[in-house]
């Protein structure tokens, strides 16, 4: 069983930072460090939209280029947590953002990831 749990949304200015926070509780199964991370994200009314990815060993990081060089996904292996760093945000990162997981897959595809939690709104304000 694995659950994850997102924290860390709220209220910014544009040109802002946050910092989103997934705290993953696998009671059963394979370890955290088995598990590769991607976090996601859906404004109202849109389908939901790839926002960042990280391996298993923490090695290898993937964003789509609207948030390229923005965002930066971490992951503390010691604290099964992965982390989302963002800066210089706009309004259009205004958002539902969730965290996924998957034992088989690394990247942008959104069936990819078998574990989801129910996400943290972030909302920017100009």
């Known amino acids: 069983q694995v659950q994850l749990v997102e924290s860390g949304g709220g209220p910014v200015q544009a040109g802002g930072s946050l910092s989103l926070t997934c705290t993953v509780s696998?009671?059963?199964?394979?370890?955290?460090?088995?598990?590769?991370f991607s976090w996601f994200r859906q404004a109202p009314g849109k389908e939901r939209k790839y926002v960042a990815a990280i391996n298993w060993r923490g090695d290898w990081t993937d964003y789509p280029e609207s948030v390229k060089g923005r965002f930066t996904i971490s992951r503390d292996d010691e604290k099964n947590t992965v982390y989302l760093q963002m800066t210089s945000l706009d309004p259009e990162d205004t958002a539902v953002y969730y965290c996924g997981a998957s034992l088989d897959y690394s990247g942008s595809y959104f069936g990819g990831y078998q574990y989801w939690g129910q996400g943290t709104q972030v909302t920017v304000s100009t």
């Open positions: 696998i009671t059963s199964g394979h370890a955290f460090t088995s598990y590769a």
